[in-house]
Every structure is written in structure tokens, then in C-alpha cells.
């Protein structure tokens, strides 16, 4: 019996003094439990790394490449006339015409432009039909603002404008990643051809 008790009293003053050691110490963190969840074997973006010759973990991409999931828009067709003409000319779309490029073109279509251009982009979506917003000019049909007929915009052109808007259409680079925006330009070239 005697035992136990010395084997208890002994237990709690174990726990008393680890419990009274952690106050001493306030910036220590104190007893961290499975500690590779905070020091990982991977360089912190601001640690000093001696793999690289500026001695720095955080490096910036080599030029003229792109991350994956971006586009190098902004940088060499800017948001002017003069970047709508420039993309018009250089920029073509990098997928392939097929059915499943195209379907997915139509349901991001139907979910992102057609409330206005309607579901046949002649112009006439269901918030026009409210008579709060002016119609857009059909893609088949219509005359662009910035001059030619809608039905001949280029792929640049559409891609231009889904990324950046033009006038009371607003940008959609945010909610629209490249790959998306091309397979919508490629729905839109069907839509061109409506009568
Ligand atoms: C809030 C309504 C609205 C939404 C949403 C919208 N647009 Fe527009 N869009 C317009 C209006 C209005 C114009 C005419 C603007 C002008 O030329 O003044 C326009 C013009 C265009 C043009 C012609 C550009 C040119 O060079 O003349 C294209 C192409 C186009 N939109 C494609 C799209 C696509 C694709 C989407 C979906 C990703 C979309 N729009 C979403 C309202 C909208």
C-alpha cells in the first residue's frame, strides 16, 4: 500500500514540476508534439537556401515562361484597342475543335454569357428582356463598337474581350481560367454562324 502511495505522490510531482517548468519560459513553445508538422524538411519561402546562387528560397520564374493555369495576357496584348488588334493577329485557339471541347465551351457559355447575348447570341438574354440593360449586338448579325462585323471577330478578338470586358460587358479573367476562355471563343464561332 505503502508503494502505491510513493509511486502516486512521486507520479504528481512529476506532472507539478512539468506543468510549474513550462511557466518560466514564456516565448518557449513548450513540449511540441509530432514536431515535423512545423519543422518540415521544406524550404520556407524566406529561408536562406545555398541551392541557388542568391542564396534565396523564393525565386522568380525564368523569363518568358508561364506558370501553369495562366496566361501571359496582360503582359503582350494589353487592355487597349492596340492589344485587341495585336491579339487578333498573333493569338489562335490551342485546343483542338472537338465535341467535348465544344460541349464544354456551350455549358460555360450558357452559365457565363448568356444571361445577356442569350443562349443563341443574338443578344436578347433574360436580363435584357428585363429592359434594365441594353442588348449586346448579336455575334451573328450585329456590328462590334470597335468596327467589323460581329460574325468575323477573330479568336483573339473574343478572347480579348472575355478577358478583359469592353465597356458595360465586364472582364471575366477571374472567373474564367484560359483554358476555359478557349473553348467558350470556340462555342462562340458556332454561334457566329446562326442566322
Ligand atoms: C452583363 C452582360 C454581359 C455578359 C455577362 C457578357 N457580355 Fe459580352 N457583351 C456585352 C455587351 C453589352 C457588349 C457590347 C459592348 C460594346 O461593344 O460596347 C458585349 C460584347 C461582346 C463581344 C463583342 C466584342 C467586340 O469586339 O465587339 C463578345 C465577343 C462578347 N461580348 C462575348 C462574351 C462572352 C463570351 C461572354 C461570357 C464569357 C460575355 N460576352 C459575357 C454584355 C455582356
Redesign the pocket.
Known sequence: MNKLRLLIFSLSLVVVVVFMSSCFNNRSTGLEYAPNMYEHKAFDPDQPNENFKDGKTAQLPPDGTTPVGFDRLEDDYPNTLEG?EAASKSLSNPYPLTMANLEEGKT??LN??S???NFDGKGN?S?IKLQK?????S?STGT???GGA?KD?TDG??FH??TYG?????P?KYQ?TPTE?WK??MY?HELQKLQ
Open positions: 485587341y460555360l457559355y457565363m454569357c444571361h445577356c447575348h438574354g436580363i440593360f441594353p442588348p449586346p449586338p455575334y462590334s463598337s470597335r460581329m471577330l478578338k473574343i474581350t472575355i469592353v465597356n458595360l460587358m465586364g471575366h474564367l476562355r467558350i471563343v462562340v
